[in-house]
């Protein structure tokens, strides 16, 4: 099967004589530590010698080294960013297949060790590790000395509860410091740390938190959000009752409660009365485990995946030092909840000596530019935020730099789904015309990024830039064939650091395989459509499993929505393709609208007429239904496939686990939607 995609930008994709929007200064690209890495690792590990002024060809040619030679590109890696492995390894990778790659066997080390390591150097001991805002805007400071403090309190704290290398330690908390100290403290010990956010209701917690069953519980009385407070006794009343392996429970009174009968009180736990003054580092296996992450269990219970200590320091030196070009003096701000990869990523800004920004808050609250704000008070350098709040900016008409001082920022990076080329304009135009634009697309499967930012390289609109160092990211087609300016699976045919180690009650590793390994046995096919250009840069089209297929021709739901949600009655939309009994194919495209705006029959040819102008006739959908709202996973995704199988005539209940989605009411008017209605609809 030949995979085929017909939208203009990419007719444009690995042709020369197209601009960049943006390029870094031969200055910018000469001071990066990825440039620095690359003539170090030429001199010592023989990887290729860089040429000058030639930044494109000298990437793809580390780019090339590190995924051919991966043994040496890692340990090189390694080497230079010091990883203190208190035992040494014997190999760096003992079994290349996948899954089962075994890294640096023999090794022992610990996470938190280095992610504390910048206050060890007394030069650095009271500068900002934290910098904590909430919606009142008035950034906290929490030094590296104080969080070491801190750090060292609660694991003493934690081994005086029993807690040894391999238990579990739930944290139900928002983005503050209390879960970076509690996360850390957790590794200190060699536990496994697990959390989620406190807008996840009860059932949604306890499907992730019962797969793993923890040990300790810390959680909140309740968290400020949208100007509201949220009060969650109820709820950890309730996780209290049906974790029956908690031993301990912690509480943290962000809203001021005193702790219930039975619980620990935080501010005890990490004052210091254990006496502990300096963290002790449990020595861990390179593979033992660091944490839990979930999937957003759409479809059924969350598959709990296992991330290892060794695999996740590795990744997120090399994603955060070289790609992201972090370190001292930089501050880094990610909005994201501790419900989401991003804020373990967030958090591992740490091991580069950065300012981790922690922001507890409505994306949106008190107006759209509300990120902004914060951006502008804690002085930002990079800047991290999802592809949909960059369009509601765009579509709000806010205007960051003309509102904001902007002057520290130098990088806006964005994921969670592609953004679209309007995007990149309207950051380009509005928040900074030497902003370096760093779309990433990775996945909470790996908790880093296979491509996005490459901080001396061009940034072409719709494109990311590069595949990251040590990804070998391909697009094939379904016969398993690279394709080049073509759209295709997703792979990454080389094992990363960073993959899972396994799943959770999955000890045969059926589920493990099943999820990544059934379609192209030994190559892990992460589930989006891509195409690699001829230029080396990457451009994503969306989930795989929910791609549109009209008459075999494969097309992206998210260039749609990048069409369609330029109009400015479109506050969102959804587009589905379906597949029928009778071999029919009826693809509908659901909108939300904007204001007092109204469907009639002049906005559905204005919605079609820009469709088809702007991608092709085939991309035009069968219907445009009204929806009162577009639903999303807990993490901010569109539930693209559920609507697909409650289309199908798949009961909700089997559809889509309720707990995993952020309003379930909203599945029920599209569970009533099927294409015998459309008579009635109209």
Known sequence: MTAEHSTPQDSAHGDSAAQ?????????????RITRFHAWAAERHGAPTPLPDAPETNYAALHQWSTEQLETFWRALAEWCEVRFSTPYDTVLAEREMPGARW???STLNYAEHALRTAEDPTRADDAALLYVDEELAPRTVSWAELRHQVASLAAELRALGVRPGDRVSGYLPNTPHAVVAFLATAAVGGVWTSCAPDFGARSVLDRFQQVEPTVLITVDGYRYGGKVHDRAETVAELRRELPSLRAVVHVPLLGSAPPEGTL??????????GATEPEFEQVAFEAP???????????????IVQSQGGILLEHLKQLHLHCDLGPGDRFFWYTSTGWMMWNLLVSGLLTGCTVVLYDGSPGYPETGAQWRVVERTGTTLYGTSA????ACRKAGVRPREDHDLSRLSCVATTGSPLPPDGFRWLHEQAGENLWIASVSGGTDVCSCFAGAVPTLPVYTGELQAPSLGTDLQSWDAAGHPLIDEVGELVVTRPMPSMPVRFWNDPDGTRYHESYFDTYPGVWRHGDWTTVTSRNTVVIHGRSDSTLNRQGVRMGSADIYEVVERLPEIKESLVIGVEEADGGYWMPLFVQLSGDASLDEALRERVKHAIRQSLSPRHVPDEIIEVPGVPHTLTGKRLEVPVKRLLQGTELERAVNPGSVDDVELLRFYARVRREDASERH
């Open 265 to 274: 009180a935080w501010d005890d736990l990490v004052s210091g009365r254990s």
């Open 290 to 304: 660091l944490w839990v992450l979930y999937s957003s269990g759409t479809t059924g219970l969350p598959k709990a």
């Open 388 to 391: 949909a709040y960059v369009m």
């Open 20 to 32: 960049p929007l943006w390029r870094p200064s031969p200055e910018r690209a000469d001071e990066a």
């Open 104 to 106: 640096f066997p023999g």
